[in-house]
């Protein structure tokens, strides 16, 4: 099914970086496209169209190659607290300057 729209440009360079770092890793490891392709259950072209960095493909197929040049893990790891800086000084402005301890009664 195609997009409705036009991804941004940095949307469209960061595909195309993924794509080529995928590729890239599929190559490393003495991989062909086919073999690539049948672990994880799609076909070459669609391959082709992932390494080229191409929105129009799910992201679980996505994850399926990833997962079957065993970086599957990687994925999971994009939004993580560990890895989001924005996120963690929103939740460090959050916190109250300091916590009253109260006592409680024996």
């Known amino acids: ?26 190559l490393r490891r003495n991989l062909s496209a086919d073999v690539v392709a049948g672990r994880a259950f799609t076909s070459r072209p669609t391959l082709v169209r992932i390494e080229k960095g191409d929105s129009g493909v799910g992201i679980g197929i996505y994850a399926s190659v990833l997962q079957a040049l065993g970086q599957l893990e990687a994925l999971a790891n994009i939004a993580s ?6 996120g963690q000084d929103l939740i460090a402005q959050s916190l109250p300057p300091r916590v009253r301890i109260r006592k409680t009664k024996a």
């Open 1 to 26: 099914m195609p997009t409705p729209h036009e991804p941004s440009i940095a949307v469209r360079r960061t595909l195309r970086a993924l794509g080529q770092n995928i590729k890239e890793a599929r």
């Open 81 to 86: 607290i560990e890895s989001d800086k924005v």
